[in-house]
């Protein structure tokens, strides 16, 4: 995750680089459920309104929160399916809340009414987050459903009465990239306290919409404008809580939006990108299906790293004798294609390895969703190589 704010406001106080941060374990984003209420067009789980067979216990469910605190892991993302479905929901959070976790839901907000807002804060959730894909009629057409954008935002001013910290999150795409200032103002006016902009990514019924990811212009065009949004906010006095993920070249074109303007700022903030890291996939991202299988991150489902019902989840992640895991630990990455000639690879970590193998069955081949151009990825930014 590219934490957009905290660069900008990097910028505009300057000071000391901080060293790298060294998480104790991943971050686990934990599909609970797949049920869920929604038949979205992008959903990576292919979720539905059906219940699965197999999935974790309540019992195991309890087994496998002791064994993420035995592999020091420091926050959990509850998610689905759509996790309000999951009936001991309040009862994994209140175990998880005794072990220390930091604890998020990520929820298509429909459900998110004033009882589960209710005990959603006193579980002590740290944050709700609940997906946009627009203004209305752009959300319900991804959502499947009529009215599911008047039951979001409902869903989040619930949440955020019940004194919950919140946030939206919208997927980039071509269909709705001209949505984005409108998406932002309104969460905005409706005074949520984080925005996450997620670039496309080709998993689950995502796969066979790949052609709908933002072109590489569209997105430049986006992800700029959110630029100079958040710099406004900052020399305001606050930069908010922006940030971005699932395209890691974000931080090296966040380099040349600052070399154009100021210049003799590249070099720190050259040195903070890469202090940031970069795509933290299969180190400092895992994910646990609703089945108990593990996988490298939530867009990596077609490769089980193993089951939490036969090897604990500290034994699994700690193992690298597969390839891929392997060559994602690996600094460099065995990149190959523009990723392996780029400049930048010591920032975006060779930025999202799923899209490569999306569309060429190679995870080191280069990565589809890099918007940046070979002039880009051949120099270091200055005054003179900047157009």
């Known amino acids: 995750m590219f934490r957009l704010s905290r660069f900008m406001e990097a910028l505009r106080d300057g000071g000391s680089v901080p060293p790298p941060r060294r998480a104790s374990g991943p971050v686990v984003i934990w599909n609970l459920v797949r049920r869920c209420n929604l038949n979205c067009k992008h959903c990576y789980s292919t979720s539905a309104d059906t219940d699965f067979k197999g999935e974790l216990s309540t019992g195991e469910v309890m087994a496998v929160l002791d064994q ?9 993302i509850l998610s689905g399916g759509e996790p309000l479905l999951r009936p001991d929901l309040y009862e994994i959070a209140a175990r998880a809340r005794e072990l220390g976790f930091h604890l998020s839901l990520s929820s298509n907000g429909t459900l998110l009414d004033a009882a589960h807002a209710a005990r959603l804060a006193a579980a002590g959730f740290d944050y709700v987050g609940v997906s ?13 459903m009529n009215g599911a954008f008047t039951q979001a935002i409902a869903g989040l001013r619930i949440a955020r009465e019940a004194g919950l910290r919140v946030g939206v999150r919208m997927t980039l795409t071509e269909a709705n990239a001209a949505e984005l200032p409108s998406v932002v103002a309104l969460a905005e006016a409706e005074g949520i306290d984080k925005f996450y902009l997620s670039h496309f990514n080709y998993a689950g019924r995502g796969r066979s919409h ?17 630029f100079e949004h958040v710099w406004a906010r900052a020399q305001q006095g606050s930069a908010g809580d922006f940030v971005t993920g699932n395209n890691d070249a974000d931080g090296v074109f966040l380099l040349y939006w600052i070399a154009r303007q100021w210049p003799e700022r590249v070099a720190d ?4 990108l890469v202090n940031w890291g970069g795509n933290a996939t299969g180190v400092g991202v895992a994910n646990i ?6 996988h490298p991150d939530t867009m990596w489902w077609q490769l089980s790293l193993g089951n939490v019902r036969e090897r604990p989840f500290g034994e699994i992640w700690a193992d690298r004798s597969h390839p891929l895991m392997r060559g994602l630990a690996a600094r460099p990455r065995p990149l190959q294609g523009r990723c392996a000639t780029c400049l930048h690879r010591d920032i975006c970590n060779g930025n999202t390895r799923a899209r490569a193998y999306a569309v060429s069955g190679n995870p080191w081949a280069q990565d589809p969703g890099c918007y940046l151009s070979d002039a880009e990825i051949s120099a270091q930014p200055n005054l003179e190589t900047v157009t």
Request: avoid cysteine; glycine fraction near 6%; charge should be positive.
């Open 68 to 76: 993420l605190k035995a592999a020091r892991v420091p926050a959990l």
């Open 132 to 144: 946009l894909d627009g203004i209305e009629a752009t959300h319900d057409r991804f959502r499947r």
């Open 210 to 226: 790949r052609n709908d990811d933002a072109r590489h212009a569209g997105t430049r065009v986006a992800v700029e404008w959110l």
């Open 269 to 272: 903030m050259r040195e903070r």
């Open 289 to 294: 299906d609703n089945l108990g299988n593990v």
